[in-house]
């Protein structure tokens, strides 16, 4: 069998998988848990168009999924029907992604991060605060979910399948941004942006429009979250949601297609079980950024991989250099784009 | 006491307050470019630590300082034993302080609970003093008065003193600082624990007048980053200017468009970022 059938096989596998989930996991609350990872798996895998794609990191996402939820939450608690409210939900968020990004471009590196971080609690500060708009603290109801094609999403398992076929839509469609020539001029805008610029690359361009493909996929994200929950509040825009995407992109190896796809699957399963046991789960969040940081930078997939290497090796008794994280090469070959360190221009 | 005048008075007693924040973010974020998202979390901690003290009976002042000191410990260890290693990687910088930045507020939501504290105002700060037919709380006075004078300090320091051009030559070029026999390394674990120990003292200054209570630290570290990218990276007097301004801001907007304060406190962030994005005093880096 030659390599091409082999993966071919091998996606046909997992998608007869994922697509019979319901049936051999039975369960309703399994079923759950596994819609709230794929619908946070479309975040981190729109946020990781920017940390891992265009070296710019965001701390502002969760600002980006909620415009699209609340307004759509909004449009609906007001009588307009789904689908005026899903698209309208988009184009506004798609309009606040410009505004966004036209602002967070005046920097790179860390100046993005901070004016996104800011713009994030700005969106916070709008939905907590301005109450007669937002309901404030007491959030806004979403009483239906929607009937596309005149199915009932109402069931655990429908539901899962709808999310199921949103979900492929995006992995699909990052997949063929990552290997369009504007992935790679976006790339390229991140190794080496002053030789794009010489080689007459629009780079802001380039970097506006990779913000605003990854700002549609947060609002679908978003969207989502509404019907899945059938409720927004203002903790969903706080800065622990961007905290999370981020660190699902992180955690399974940003750069990477099914990177950010592990990374959900490991924070909402961990954020999952820790909320059974203990209430603390900033605590925990904040030490697994910590932990990741020290010990696998690269991404517990990578970096779980390395470190067992290492083990290996010095078990062996042979010398072994790879214990330093930054001279590790990313999961296929490249080295990890955000580590490097920031240049002086 | 008219309405605006005690709305200027409060301003301008809040800009204080904001500058003893920002003074020590413009310190580590605007100098050394080090993205401390743990800053609004040195505040909270500062102040819980103060009023802990404070309702021990211990004095207002020793307080404070005694806050201050401890958080300066904390913020060393943190920089000297895990920032450092972490030198000009910004993304892994970011993520460790957001990791403290969670820790410290589970852990003060633990220790101290949901419930606000607010200490009653020292005996010797209360009452008011009468100025020009006026009247002004001492409090608040006094609060301005610490904040003009740790700017005055800070200004001395960063600008006029030895120690100042040390470590002003660390940030420009580290490497040629050390070479001529500056240590570089143990002078920015200072310089950051300074920060640490102002945002507390800042913290417990605060805490008769804001009071303390979870989530003031995500709420102060966007106030903290409006007013260094307002005033510019870097610059004490940009800070300053910065703070008085969101001060103001914070205050009028509060009594005029209470629903929206908090977001127009980001509005010049925004205007300064698409005219003058180097900030208000911020030198252009070629």
Not at chain 1, 132 to 140: F, K, Q, R, Y
Not at chain 1, 225 to 252: C, D, H, K, R, W
Request: net charge positive; hydrophobic share 55%.
């Amino acid at each position: 069998m030659s390599l091409l059938t082999q993966q071919r096989a091998g996606l046909a596998i997992a998608l007869v998988l994922l697509v019979t989930l319901p049936v051999w996991i039975g369960n309703t609350y399994y079923i759950n848990i596994a819609s709230q990872i794929l619908l946070w798996a479309i975040l981190a895998l729109s946020l990781n168009v920017l940390v891992g794609w265009a070296g710019l990191t965001s701390l502002g996402h969760a600002g980006l999924f909620a415009m699209a939820g609340y307004t759509a939450a909004m449009l609906l608690d007001r009588g307009y029907g789904h689908f005026t409210a899903d698209v309208l939900a988009i184009v506004v968020t798609l309009a606040t992604t410009a505004v966004f990004a036209v602002l967070g471009l005046r920097a790179t590196g860390i100046g993005f991060l901070m004016i996104t971080l800011a713009i994030g609690q700005i969106l916070w500060g709008i939905a907590y605060r301005w109450v007669s708009l937002t309901n404030g603290d007491n959030g806004i109801n979403v009483s239906t979910r929607p009937a596309p094609f005149g199915l009932a999403l109402t069931s655990a398992p429908a539901f899962y399948l709808a999310a199921l076929a949103v979900f492929l839509i995006a992995l699909a469609t990052m997949a063929k941004f990552a290997r369009s020539p504007f992935g790679a001029s976006l790339r390229g805008t991140r190794d080496q942006s002053r030789r794009m610029t010489a080689l007459g690359y629009n780079v802001w361009l380039i970097r506006f429009l990779a913000i605003l493909f990854s700002g549609f996929w947060s609002g679908v994200a978003g969207l989502l979250f509404i019907y899945y929950n059938q409720f927004i509040g203002p903790q969903v825009v706080a800065l622990t949601t961007s905290a999370e995407a981020l660190l699902m992109v992180i955690s399974g190896g940003s750069g990477t297609l099914l990177g950010p796809v592990v990374g959900a699957a490991i924070v909402v399963v961990m954020k999952n079980v820790v909320s059974a046991y203990i209430e603390r789960w900033n605590l925990v969040l904040g030490v697994i950024f910590i932990l990741i940081i020290s010990f696998m930078p690269e991404g517990l997939v990578p970096g779980s991989v390395r470190l067992w290497r290492a083990g290996v090796r010095r078990l062996r008794g042979t010398q072994s250099s790879s214990l330093d994280p930054t001279s590790a090469p990313g999961p296929d070959g490249r080295r990890i784009p955000w580590l490097r360190p920031e240049r002086t221009p | 006491m008219s309405l605006w005048l005690t709305l200027a008075v409060n301003s301008v007693a809040l800009g204080s307050l904001l500058f003893l924040l920002s003074s020590g973010f413009s310190l580590i974020f605007g100098l050394m470019r080090i993205p401390n998202l743990m800053h609004g979390s040195f505040f909270m901690l500062g102040a819980y630590f103060g009023v802990t003290l404070l309702s021990k009976g211990v004095n207002f002042w020793i307080s404070a300082l005694m806050s201050a000191a401890a958080m300066a410990a904390i913020g060393g260890l943190i920089e000297r034993f895990l920032l450092r290693r972490l030198e000009g990687q910004v993304l892994p910088q970011v993520l460790l302080t957001l990791g403290f930045a969670f820790i410290i507020g589970d852990l003060c939501l633990m220790l101290w609970t949901g419930d606000p504290w607010q200490p009653a105002t020292p005996d010797h700060l209360r009452g008011v003093v009468q100025m020009a037919g006026l009247y002004f709380p001492v409090y608040r006075l006094v609060i301005v008065i610490v904040a003009l004078v740790v700017a005055v300090a800070l200004w001395l320091l960063v600008d006029w003193t030895r120690l100042g051009a040390m470590i002003r030559a660390g940030v420009d070029d580290a490497p040629i600082a050390r070479v001529v026999g500056i240590k570089v390394s143990q002078l920015f674990t200072g310089v950051f624990a300074l920060g640490a120990a102002l945002a507390a003292f800042g913290g417990v200054m605060g805490a008769p007048y804001l009071s303390v209570y979870p989530g003031l630290d995500f709420e102060m570290l966007p106030l903290a980053l409006i007013v260094v990218i307002l005033g510019g990276t870097g610059s004490l007097l940009g800070a300053l200017v910065g703070s008085f301004l969101i001060g103001f801001l914070y205050n009028f907007g509060q009594a005029m468009l209470p629903d929206l304060a908090y977001v127009i406190l980001f509005l010049p962030m925004l205007l300064i970022l698409v005219l003058r994005p180097q900030g208000l005093f911020g030198r252009v880096v070629s």
